[in-house]
């Protein structure tokens, strides 16, 4: 008798030894497992805003390299063969003799102006190339419209092209205007004059002739995020 109630005591006491014990290790176990869950989001957010970071580096990227290119291949195709057509506005107008590179960069309402003839190297060309081979091509940099979520400094490069027609009425129906990017927030160009041995901001008939040798640039843009990103290059021109 004295024998069962010790292991009974014995019993009891041991059971209430094991659930003071599981109740510290289930204490343990959920501060470890937070602690773990805790490195883990954490470590998870990480992994995220790479990818987020990621994508973002290679959209702005895909978006400055493709300008670039575009801007190179066409200001390559330069020529000086033909003088501009005139502005629409002004059919009768000329630009000044056989000048056929224009471009001004000011601080109004107009950031850049650029104009110049290239010969067809896979441009749009409406009329299926039926005509000289020459187009006249235009960029312009203009303050972006406000819209939501569009940074009010946000500047559009906007470019046009028609082909080069006599009478310039036929060229005018044929113009194609389009943008090429909404979130441009600097540009830079500048032209080398050869005759003159200096570079130029400035292209005009006034003080230059023919086309210049060297064109280089720089053009900074930013992504949705607002990650900003420059690219420059450098274009000589055959003359």
Do not use: C
């Amino acid at each position: 008798m004295f024998r069962n109630r010790t292991q009974i005591s014995t019993t009891s006491h041991g059971r209430q030894h094991l659930m003071g014990f599981t109740l510290i290790e289930v204490i343990l176990a959920l501060a470890i497992m937070g602690l773990m869950l805790s490195i883990g989001w954490g470590a998870l957010r990480n992994v995220a805003e790479s990818r987020r970071l990621l994508s973002e580096r290679q959209t702005i990227d895909l978006i400055g390299h493709s300008i670039v290119t575009r801007l190179v291949r066409e200001i390559q195709l330069t020529t000086a063969s033909l003088p501009l057509m005139p502005p629409s506005s002004q059919p009768n107008a000329l630009f000044g003799g056989q000048d056929s590179f224009l471009a001004e960069q000011n601080d109004g309402s107009t950031k850049l102006a650029m104009t110049f003839l290239a010969l067809e190297g896979g441009q749009y060309l409406p009329d299926g190339g039926r005509h000289s081979g020459v187009v006249q091509i235009s960029y312009r940099l203009l303050p972006t419209p406000p819209e939501e979520g569009r940074a009010a400094d946000s500047l559009s490069l906007i470019r046009s092209e028609m082909p080069y027609l006599r009478p310039f009425a036929n060229a005018y129906k044929q113009e194609m205007i389009f943008p090429i990017s909404h979130n441009v927030i600097a540009a830079d160009f500048e032209f080398y004059d050869e005759n003159q041995s200096q570079w130029s901001k400035t292209w005009k008939p006034s003080s230059n002739s023919g086309v210049p040798a060297l064109v280089r640039f720089s053009i900074t843009i930013r992504s949705v995020a607002g990650r900003t990103q420059t690219y420059s290059s450098a274009v000589a021109i055959a003359r």
